[in-house]
């Protein structure tokens, strides 16, 4: 076995000790249509490889969040914030030390950290330092649905994920070429409260030697809901929080967010430290081969 094989073992074999259910790995090649900036190089001179691992959500709890007489998203809450990403990226630290133990060096990427403003030559608003669904779908995971997000053929959009850039020149999976994962039936798009989604303003992601067909998202839209609870509908008012902040028409500013949390906390009281915003336009993601199976 080369010294190469033996690193990508032990690296499946500290996944699978941290209940990682997935792992890819994809060259950094794969990478050249994503902004510099955000590219493995950019993170790692002399970056060759990123390693990709996912957990999956239980199915019950993705499934049934807020959807039984409970009407609860509170184990939801918990599994986002105090439980799956901390695992992952524990997870993450665990593969990135194996790595440095083969003589490698290995920098795990975060998970859904922001730059809320563009920033010098990156055009785009909320944007991530590092692109863990398209690092996802390099690693031959998956496919990059409309939305935008990764979809498995194990569990469709109910994983989290992150990535490990490493100049260790491991081995690479294939891309995934299996049956769709996304036929653009749009009920992504339908379960989105904000209209965070354009499905006529459709983009080509190169990943690879892949395109996938992406919606534009209204990034700020999206975080209305999702980062700042501003829609009760969405998922806070299960929480006994039942103030609903519309945002404006047109664009987003920081002044509209900001008035739109100093209305909300006025209302809302204290509830409004305590809830939490599902991500129905995953939930609602069902690929085709899932939707017959119960």
């Known amino acids: ?7 990508l073992a032990a690296l499946r074999e500290t996944a699978r000790a941290a209940r990682i259910d997935l792992v890819g790995v994809a ?3 794969r990478f050249q249509a994503v902004h510099p900036r955000r590219r493995p190089e950019a993170h790692l001179p002399g970056a060759q490889t990123v390693v990709v691992i996912a957990m999956r959500y ?3 709890l993705w499934e049934l969040a807020g959807r039984t007489p409970a009407e609860s998203y509170m184990s939801m809450s918990m599994a986002d914030s105090m439980g799956m990403r901390t695992m992952v990226l524990l997870a993450a630290l665990d593969l990135s030390r194996v790595i440095e133990d083969h ?4 920098i795990p990427m975060p998970i859904d950290s922001y730059r809320v403003h563009p920033y010098k030559d990156i055009p785009d608003s909320w944007h991530t330092p590092f692109d863990n669904d398209v690092a996802a779908a390099a690693a031959g995971l998956g496919e990059l649905g409309l939305h935008g997000k990764l979809i498995t053929p194990q569990f ?4 989290q994920y992150t990535s490990i850039v490493t100049n260790a020149p491991l081995p690479a999976d294939a891309m995934y070429t299996g049956d769709p994962l996304c036929d653009g039936c749009g009920a992504c798009v339908k379960a989105c409260l904000m209209h965070a989604f354009s499905p006529d303003a459709v983009t080509d992601v190169p990943v690879g030697d892949r395109v996938f067909r992406v919606a534009k998202r209204d990034w700020w839209r999206c975080m209305w809901s999702q980062r700042f609870h501003l829609n ?4 806070p008012k299960l929480h006994g929080m039942n103030v609903t902040v519309d945002p404006p028409d047109g664009k987003i500013t920081d002044d509209d967010v900001k008035n739109a949390l100093r209305i909300k906390g006025e209302k809302g009281g204290m509830q409004t430290w305590y809830t939490y915003a599902m991500r129905e336009c995953e939930r609602a993601c069902i690929p085709p081969h899932m939707r017959t199976q119960g």
Do not use: C, N, W, Y
């Open 27 to 29: 060259p950094a090649s």
């Open 232 to 235: 009760a509908e969405m998922g």
């Open 103 to 106: 003589g490698f060096d290995a």
């Open 1 to 7: 076995m080369s010294a190469q094989d033996t690193l």
């Open 156 to 159: 469709g959009t109910r994983q």
């Open 58 to 60: 239980p199915k019950a």
